[in-house]
C-alpha cells in the first residue's frame, strides 16, 4: 500500500513537472500566438546551420550568372531590413541553379533559393514576397515548435538521437522539421496556423524593405499555376487555398502603409529580372 502510494506521488510529480516545463516553454510569435519552444535558440540555429552546410554540399550554390545576381540582389535587400536570426550567425544566401520552384530559410540564417522559383516569382516584388514569407518561418521560430511539438509527442528519443549527430531515418526527420521537407523527400508541412503567420510577417518583411505587398496574392496565384498536373515542390510543404488570399488582402493594407514609408525613405530597390 504505502509502495503504491509513494509511486503515485512520483508519477504526480513526474506530470507536475512536465507541466510546468511546458507551461515555461511557452513563447509568443510575433503576431502574439502561443507556441511550444523547448529547445534553445543557439541549438536550433546551429543544426540549421549544419543542414544548410549539407545542402550546399549536396547542390553547390551557383555563381555569377543572371539570374543569380538578381535573385541575391532582391534577397540581400529583404534582409536589410529584418534582424539576425536568434542563437547567433547571419543571413547567408544561396542560389542553386536548379528548376525547382523552390526556397527555404532555416534557423541560424541560411537562406537556399533555387532559380526555378522565377517561374511563379515573376517580378521582384513577387520574388520579395517569397524570401521574406520564408525568413518569417524562421523569425517566428517554428523549427523549434515543429521540432519541440515530435519531441513531446514522441518522447524524442529518435530526436534527441539525430540532434546529437545520429544518421539514418531520424537525421532527414529533423532536417525536414528545420524547413528541408521538399529537399529531403519527407513532406512534414507548416500547420495552418505557421502559414498564415508566415504570411502575415513576410508581408511586413517585403514592405519594409520597399517591395509592393499587393504582389504578394499574385504571387500565390503564380505558385498554383506552374504545377501543371501537380504541385510545385514548394507548394508542397507551402499549400494554397482560398483563405491564404484572404488572410493576405485583409493585411495589405496595413503593409501598404509600411511600403509607402520604406518609398518615403528611399528604399526603392534596383535589381532588374534576367532576361
Given amino acids: 500500500m504505502e509502495l503504491t502510494m509513494t509511486l503515485t506521488r512520483r508519477r504526480l510529480a513526474a506530470v507536475l513537472a512536465g507541466m510546468l516545463v511546458l507551461l515555461f516553454a511557452c513563447q509568443t510569435t510575433p503576431t502574439g500566438r502561443r507556441q511550444l519552444n523547448l529547445f534553445p535558440d543557439e541549438q536550433v540555429a546551429e543544426m540549421g546551420q549544419t543542414a544548410f552546410a549539407q ?40 542560389v542553386f541553379a536548379d528548376d525547382q520552384v ?26 520579395a514576397a517569397v524570401i521574406g514569407h520564408e525568413i518569417a518561418h524562421v523569425q517566428a ?32 526527420n529533423v532536417m525536414a522539421l528545420l524547413g528541408l521537407g521538399a529537399q529531403v523527400g519527407i513532406l512534414l508541412p507548416f500547420s495552418r496556423a505557421q502559414e498564415s503567420e508566415a ?3 513576410g ?43 484572404e488572410n493576405l488582402n485583409k493585411h495589405t493594407p496595413k503593409a501598404l502603409e509600411l511600403y ?10 534596383n535589381c532588374t529580372p534576367p532576361r
Avoid at 553547390?60 to 536570426?85: E, F, L, N, T
Avoid at 523552390?102 to 520574388?127: C, E, S, W
Avoid at 511539438?149 to 531515418?169: K, V
Avoid at 509592393?212 to 501537380?230: E, K
Wanted: charged share 15%; aromatic share 6%; net charge positive.
Fill in 55 to 94: 545542402m550546399k554540399q549536396k547542390t553547390p550554390p551557383a555563381q555569377g550568372d543572371p539570374a543569380s545576381k538578381y535573385i541575391q540582389c532582391v534577397a540581400q535587400s529583404v534582409v536589410q531590413v529584418v534582424r539576425k536570426p536568434k542563437g547567433g550567425g547571419q543571413w547567408d544566401v544561396s
Fill in 102 to 127: 523552390n526556397a527555404f530559410a532555416l534557423p541560424g540564417g541560411g537562406i537556399g533559393i533555387y532559380t526555378g522559383i522565377l517561374k511563379a516569382a515573376r517580378t521582384p516584388d513577387q520574388l
Fill in 141 to 172: 521560430e517554428h523549427a523549434n515548435a515543429r521540432l519541440s511539438t515530435q519531441y513531446a509527442t514522441e518522447a524524442g528519443l529518435g530526436l534527441i538521437q539525430a540532434i546529437a549527430g545520429g544518421g539514418g531515418g531520424e537525421g532527414g
Fill in 199 to 201: 504570411d502575415i510577417i
Fill in 203 to 245: 508581408l511586413e518583411y517585403m514592405a519594409r524593405a520597399g517591395y509592393d505587398p499587393r504582389q504578394a496574392v499574385n504571387l500565390w496565384q503564380n505558385m498554383a499555376r506552374v504545377g501543371g498536373s501537380g504541385p510545385p515542390a514548394f507548394l508542397s510543404t507551402h499549400p494554397s487555398s482560398e483563405q491564404r488570399m
Fill in 260 to 269: 509607402r514609408q520604406a518609398q518615403a525613405q528611399g528604399r526603392k530597390p
